[in-house]
């Protein structure tokens, strides 16, 4: 699965180890089977506008992305066994509770991956 870094416009690390589901099998399987995040891991989800935590074993921060990676919500702490959305949602940022600290609706991401890099 592709790996990369999420960053805040102003630079602020979101998540150094951003994986990347875009395909149906990686966004079906999500954070499955998984005990915990560590504070610099996270999962995005393109294309999707909601998310299920059925079968999580932990709660999480979701940040909710136009298709530029605007920021249009943000659920914090969203516990396993519940579910959120938000309108006009395209992606979605999977973070451990309490990683998505500061973004706030409106803050424009940015998603650097290896290949951007060379």
Excluded: Q, Y
Aim: proline share 5%; charged share 30%; with cysteine.
């Amino acid at each position: 699965m592709p790996v990369g870094t999420l960053r805040k416009a102003d630079g602020e690390i979101v998540c150094e180890r951003c994986e990347i589901a875009a395909n149906p099998w990686t966004r079906m399987r999500g954070l499955l089977g998984r005990s915990h995040l560590a504070d610099d891991e996270g999962m995005l989800f393109r294309p999707a506008g909601s998310i299920h935590m059925m079968f999580m074993r932990f709660p999480i921060d979701a940040v909710f992305c136009d298709r530029e990676l605007v920021v249009i919500g943000v659920e914090r702490d969203l516990k396993p066994w519940r579910t959120a959305k938000r309108k006009g949602a395209k992606v979605v940022v999977e973070l451990a509770a309490g990683a998505a600290g500061t973004i706030e609706p409106g803050d424009r991401l940015v998603l650097e991956t290896a290949t951007m890099a060379r």
